[in-house]
């Protein structure tokens, strides 16, 4: 058994560990301040950054804002007018009962070859890149140059060539009488100078992309936006038939439209590009459903 530790032995070894345990509380102290005052100066310079970065922000943010103010500025009275006209014009409320026609999509439907919205895209990517889609575009730009270079005798030809260029006699009724809804609704709310002149040109058929073409050209709208304006309308009446018949949802109908942009941008590019030595359709199939559904039992569109 060990002898009991003298007392004077143990204070100083007690006092030893006390005066250990002060130090180090004291060099963790110490080093926590360091920490402390690191962390303060890292999040004084962040602010000071940030800071920076507010002040030199702000007036970007005032440029930018004031670019996009004077953007919208620069539009003149003419060009509000055209874009006003143009959304009227095309729109689906716009009265030319487009509606009431499917060009064809409501036999395709019955016979299976668009079942849903997969198939309704493919049938109308053709429709629109190598079909009436295409050629509607190619009349109204070679109209739109017509009236605007003033050239009676080419517009007359046009619009006796648009009005044969169509392949059933439902088609024929399909877009003689949009036309002409179009041409009576136009010039009743947004009559202008030189516009019956224009339409007396034409002769007697004016068919839906030539009317749309001459009223355009007449009020002074630009070759370009009307024909993706127009474009965007015939898909969108496409689509609206094709939705009502197999039938889809609207959100699958607004996926259809929005996959079939990137085909509507480049058929508009072609056809202001393009003549009429350029029309030509290859829509063998699309053809013949208009051509069927004429003696269709069942039908709940004109075409």
């Known amino acids: 058994m060990r002898p009991p530790m003298p007392r004077t032995i143990m204070t100083t070894h007690t006092a030893t560990i006390t005066m250990g345990m002060i130090i180090t509380t004291i060099t963790v102290i110490t080093m926590t301040i360091r920490i402390m005052v690191v962390t303060i100066t890292i999040i004084l310079t962040m602010m000071s950054t940030a800071t920076t970065s507010i002040t030199t922000a702000?007036?970007?943010?005032?440029?930018?804002?004031?670019v996009g103010t004077d953007d919208a500025r620069a539009m003149s009275a003419s060009e509000a007018a055209a874009l006003y006209r143009l959304m009227t014009w095309l729109s689906p409320a716009f009265p030319v009962?487009?509606?009431?026609?499917?060009?064809g999509i409501e036999w395709a439907v019955e016979a299976g070859d668009i079942s849903n919205a997969a198939t309704l895209h493919d049938w109308l990517t053709v429709m629109l890149t190598d079909g009436a889609g295409f050629c509607d575009a190619?009349?109204?730009a070679q109209t739109h140059r017509a009236v605007t270079s003033h050239e009676d005798a080419s517009l007359h030809d046009i619009a006796e060539l648009a009005a044969?260029?169509?392949?059933s006699?439902?088609?024929?009724?399909?877009?003689t009488t949009q036309g002409r809804a179009f041409i009576d609704i136009a010039r009743a709310a947004w009559s202008c100078e030189g516009l019956d002149e224009?339409?007396?040109?034409?002769?007697d058929k004016i068919v839906y992309p030539v009317a749309a073409g001459l009223v355009s050209a007449a009020h002074g709208i630009p070759l370009e936006p009307a024909l993706h304006a127009f474009l965007h309308a015939v898909v969108s009446n496409w689509i609206s038939a094709g939705s009502r018949l197999i039938p889809?949802?609207?959100t699958d109908s607004q996926r259809v439209l929005a996959r079939l942009e990137p085909d509507v941008a480049a058929t508009a590019t072609r056809a202001i590009s393009a003549s009429l030595?350029?029309?030509?359709?290859?829509?063998f199939r699309a053809d013949l459903a208009s051509v069927r559904h004429e003696t269709q039992y069942t039908r709940l569109f004109r075409s």
């Open 138 to 140: 190619v009349f109204l």
């Open 248 to 250: 889809l949802g609207q």
């Open 97 to 103: 009962g487009a509606f009431s026609y499917s060009s």
């Open 58 to 66: 702000t007036p970007m943010l005032m440029t930018t804002n004031s």
């Open 198 to 203: 224009i339409i007396a040109a034409c002769g």
């Open 164 to 167: 044969a260029f169509v392949p």
């Open 169 to 175: 006699r439902e088609r024929q009724l399909e877009t």
């Open 277 to 283: 030595d350029d029309l030509g359709s290859a829509t």
